[in-house]
Structure formats: structure tokens, C-alpha cells
């Protein structure tokens, strides 16, 4: 920096010196003339009392419970009507079981007819070996002898027993038995022992 310079220098700090100071007294100015003007405010201050009511309505907090949740019920399902089914099968065991019933039917009657054979064989055995006691004869004895005995498997009885008429014929009735032994086996379809019962007719001509 030269010599002449520096007045210039001066001059302008001085310059910048005055310029704040006038600022700073304007700016006082300005604040305290704003708390000059400021508004006066009355201190005074009225209190208003309400009067009490003799029956204070008090205020009656119900207490709210909060509602219950309603369940939907679920819509009931229909039910759908079964048919009654028929099944084949019922139908298969109510014919077997018809079937069954008249087989036996048939068996027992066949049965029946193998035994009707077999008895009407060995009477005719036993009748022919039956004979009329001369005695009985001169006397005029007659009668129904009742023969009763037990036929085993091998043709052989058990518990021969003769009952009505004269004793005469009833000795006769036995003798005519006994000489037809041993009678014919029974059959396969016949249970044994088999009680055999019948009369012998002892009649003059």
C-alpha cells in the first residue's frame, strides 16, 4: 500500500463508522417508540358465580356391556331319502331257502316212500312164515295179534313183544318172527335201530 493511499483508507472506515452508528439510533428510536404507543389494558377482573341448583342432576354412568356375538347357525342339511334298494342277494338266499325247503320236502318224501317199501318187504317176509295153530283152529280162535319189536342195521331185532288174542296165536306170532330172521338190512336213507309195530291178523275162512 503507498503513502496516498491510506487517507482513502480512512476516510472510508470513518464513512462505515457513521453509517452504523445512524443505524443503531434509528433502530432505538423504533423501539422505543413502539413501547410508548403500546395499548393500556384494564386490570380489573369480574368474576361471575353461577347459582347452585337445590337437586343437581348427577350424571348416571351406565355401564354399556358390549352385546354378544350372535353364532349363525348352519343351515341344517337335507337329508336325502334312500330308496329302498332290493338287493339281488336277499333275492338269491329267499330262493335258495325255497329251494332248500323243497329238497328236504322231496327228501323226506322220498324218504318215506324207501321206508313204506322196506316195511311192506320184510311184513311180507314175516307174514309168510306165519302159520294157524291147529288147536287155535279146532277152537275157532281168531284175532289181532299187536307185534312190536326193535330192527337193527344187520337185520337182527331186540325186544320182541306180542300183546292181544288168544295166547295161542300170540305164541304164534312170535314163532313167525323169529323164524323171518335175520330180515333184510334197512337202507342208507333209513335211521336205525328202527321200532317196528303192527297187527297180525289171525282169521278163519
Do not use: C, W
Amino acid at each position: 500500500m503507498t503513502f496516498n493511499e491510506q487517507p482513502i483508507r480512512y476516510a472510508a472506515i470513518l464513512v462505515s463508522i457513521l453509517l452504523h452508528a445512524l443505524l443503531f439510533v434509528k433502530f432505538s428510536d423504533v423501539v422505543m417508540g413502539s413501547k410508548s404507543q403500546a395499548p393500556k389494558y384494564d386490570t380489573k377482573i369480574s368474576l361471575n358465580f353461577l347459582p347452585t341448583p337445590k337437586n343437581p342432576v348427577q350424571e348416571v354412568v351406565k355401564e354399556v356391556t358390549p352385546p354378544k356375538p350372535v353364532l349363525k347357525e348352519k343351515p341344517a342339511r337335507k337329508v336325502a331319502k334312500q330308496k329302498k334298494v332290493v338287493q339281488p342277494l336277499v333275492q338269491e338266499q329267499a330262493a335258495a331257502s325255497s329251494v332248500a325247503k323243497e329238497v328236504q320236502r322231496q327228501v323226506a318224501k322220498n324218504s318215506n316212500v324207501v321206508r313204506q317199501t322196506y316195511l311192506s318187504k320184510i311184513l311180507t317176509i314175516i307174514e309168510g312164515n306165519k302159520y294157524y295153530p291147529r288147536i287155535a283152529r279146532r277152537r275157532g280162535l281168531e284175532g289181532n295179534i299187536l307185534v312190536s319189536f326193535l330192527l337193527k342195521e344187520d337185520g337182527y331185532i331186540n325186544g320182541l313183544d306180542t300183546s292181544g288174542g288168544p295166547l295161542l296165536l300170540r305164541r304164534a306170532a312170535k314163532t313167525a318172527v323169529k323164524k323171518s330172521l335175520p330180515l333184510p338190512t334197512t337202507p342208507s336213507d333209513i335211521e336205525y335201530p328202527m321200532h317196528i309195530s303192527y297187527a297180525m291178523q289171525f282169521k278163519l275162512n
